[in-house]
């Protein structure tokens, strides 16, 4: 399912806070530098490290490289919503992430916006599930149809630039999508 893209000059913006879940921002972080891309880990509240979930129990910290409000959405080719239940619960109610994530949209720029698992929680309080078919982590199914979404149980769905995927098995082929998408 992986294909390999050459995202040589490319940059991915991945936005993230405390409880993101680990596989979701590693993994995919791994396979966009792998491709040539640069990616730049985006977070709130002057947070000069995040820390992972991993599955079941706090994971790996990583470093944060620029906060959302500095952050140039002209510089970046795609955006990057991780899942995880806390991650996207504390970002929704953040005023600089939800208007990042508007303006990503709006940006011809930023060629993808991808959110995975819990990730499209964002999609909803930005306004962006509303008409879009997306899919996500199957317990956040009725957040999505209530906010407008037509919901699918599918590995990677493509609405416009929206690139949403369910769970971290789905990893390979949400990332090949978004890279299919900047490449």
């Given at each position: 399912?992986s294909s ?32 040539g891309?640069?990616?730049?880990i ?69 060629k ?7 990730g ?8 962006l ?12 199914q009725?957040?999505?149809?209530n ?21 971290p ?15």
């Open positions: 399912m390999t893209f050459n995202l040589k000059g490319k940059k991915v913006a991945i936005l993230a806070t405390d409880g993101f879940e680990q596989s979701e921002l590693i993994k995919p972080k791994n396979m966009f530098n792998e491709q891309a640069e990616v730049d985006l977070s709130i509240d002057n947070q000069s490290t995040i820390k992972a979930w991993d599955e079941d129990n706090w994971g790996k910290v990583v470093e944060v490289d620029i906060q959302v409000t500095s952050a140039d959405l002209q510089e970046y080719d795609a955006l990057v919503l991780p899942g995880g239940q806390i991650n996207p619960d504390v970002l929704r109610m953040n005023d600089d992430a939800v208007k990042f994530i508007q303006q990503a949209n709006s940006s011809a720029n930023i993808a916006i991808g959110a995975i698992c819990h499209p929680w964002m999609l909803v309080e930005s306004g599930a509303k008409g879009a078919t997306l899919t996500s982590f199957p317990s956040i009725t957040d999505l149809k906010a407008g979404a037509t919901w699918v149980d599918e590995q990677v769905v493509t609405h416009e630039k929206l690139v949403t995927s369910r769970n098995d789905d990893i390979p082929a949400f990332v090949n999508k978004i890279s299919e998408m900047i490449a």
